[in-house]
């Protein structure tokens, strides 16, 4: 069973910067890990996803260039980042951590490619 857990939100004003961290256990090698948001009044949208071998990724436009996905697999950890850079009042959500089945292989960056969610954590930019 595959458990993910997020944390690393909080308030920050526009133009600054935070880290959110995802902490996987379970079975999750070979498997694509995402990060996903949900505004409020908002469907859930994708942010960015990287593959396990973690020099492919992926990032929607809104994002790109400000916000950075990473990831540690190795000594039995799997973690996964997302820095977040340059924070505007749009980027207020609460963010997902999501990962794939295992050995999936490619980049995903549709909500139906991931079986494995995390409960979430509030990210608020204040202008």
């Known amino acids: 069973q595959v458990r993910l857990v997020e944390s690393g939100g909080g308030l920050v004003q526009a133009g600054g910067s935070l880290r959110l961290s995802c902490a996987a256990s379970?079975?999750?090698?070979?498997?694509?890990m995402g990060w996903f948001r949900q505004a409020p009044g908002k469907e859930r949208e994708f942010v960015a996803t990287?593959?396990?071998?973690?020099?492919?990724?992926?990032?929607a436009d809104s994002v790109k260039d400000r916000f950075i996905i990473s990831r540690d697999n190795a000594n039995d950890n799997d973690i996964v980042y997302l820095q977040m850079n340059r924070l505007k009042p749009e980027d207020t959500a609460v963010y997902y951590c999501?990962?794939?089945?295992?050995?999936?292989?490619?980049?995903?960056?549709?909500?139906?490619?991931?079986?494995?969610w995390g409960q979430g954590t509030l990210v608020t930019v204040s202008s």
């Open positions: 999501a990962a794939t089945a295992p050995v999936y292989g490619g980049i995903a960056n549709a909500q139906y490619e991931y079986p494995h």
């Open positions: 990287i593959r396990w071998i973690g020099s492919t990724t992926l990032y």
């Open positions: 379970g079975r999750t090698a070979d498997a694509t």
